[in-house]
C-alpha cells in the first residue's frame, strides 16, 4: 500500500493517520520514492529534503504513540514551489514562510 499513498488525497491520508491504518513515515517513504522514480524523467525539483522528511515523519512516528491528536495536515509532506528563479529559495521571506509551516507541523519536502 506505501507505494500508493502519493496518490492519497491530504483528507484520505489524514484520515488514515487517524485510524492509525498508516504511519507517518509511510507517506514520506511513498513520496520520496515517487521523486526518486520520476525525478531525473521530469526534472521537477531543485531540491528534495530527504534526510529531514524521513527524520520529522520518524519523530511524528513516535509522538502519535504518546497522543490521538493529528491536525489537518499535520505529517503531511508538500512541496514549495516558487514560481520563480531557484535562488529565491533563498529568500528571507520564502524561510520565513517555511518556518512557519513546520513550526505548524507541516513536512516540508
Given at each position: 500500500?506505501?507505494?500508493?499513498l502519493?496518490?492519497?488525497?491530504?483528507?484520505?491520508?489524514?484520515e488514515?493517520?487517524?485510524?492509525?491504518?498508516?504511519?507517518?513515515?509511510?507517506?514520506?517513504?511513498?513520496?520520496?520514492?515517487?521523486?526518486?522514480?520520476?525525478?531525473?524523467?521530469?526534472?521537477?525539483?531543485?531540491?528534495?529534503?530527504?534526510?529531514?522528511?524521513?527524520?520529522?515523519?520518524?519523530?511524528?512516528?513516535?509522538?502519535?504513540?504518546?497522543?490521538?491528536?493529528?491536525?489537518?495536515?499535520?505529517?503531511?509532506?508538500?512541496?514549495?514551489?516558487?514560481?520563480?528563479?531557484?535562488?529565491?529559495?533563498?529568500?528571507?521571506?520564502?524561510?520565513?514562510?517555511?518556518?512557519?509551516?513546520?513550526?505548524?507541523?507541516?513536512?516540508?519536502?
Amino acid at each position: 500500500m506505501e507505494d500508493r499513498l502519493n496518490f492519497q488525497t491530504a483528507y484520505k491520508l489524514n484520515e488514515m493517520l487517524k485510524k492509525k491504518q498508516i504511519a507517518f513515515s509511510d507517506i514520506s517513504g511513498s513520496i520520496l520514492s515517487a521523486i526518486d522514480a520520476l525525478g531525473k524523467k521530469i526534472n521537477a525539483y531543485i531540491r528534495v529534503e530527504k534526510e529531514s522528511t524521513l527524520m520529522q515523519a520518524k519523530e511524528l512516528d513516535k509522538n502519535i504513540n504518546r497522543s490521538t491528536s493529528i491536525n489537518d495536515f499535520t505529517g503531511i509532506p508538500i512541496a514549495i514551489v516558487p514560481a520563480m528563479h531557484a535562488t529565491m529559495y533563498d529568500n528571507p521571506m520564502v524561510i520565513d514562510n517555511i518556518k512557519k509551516l513546520k513550526k505548524a507541523g507541516i513536512n516540508i519536502q
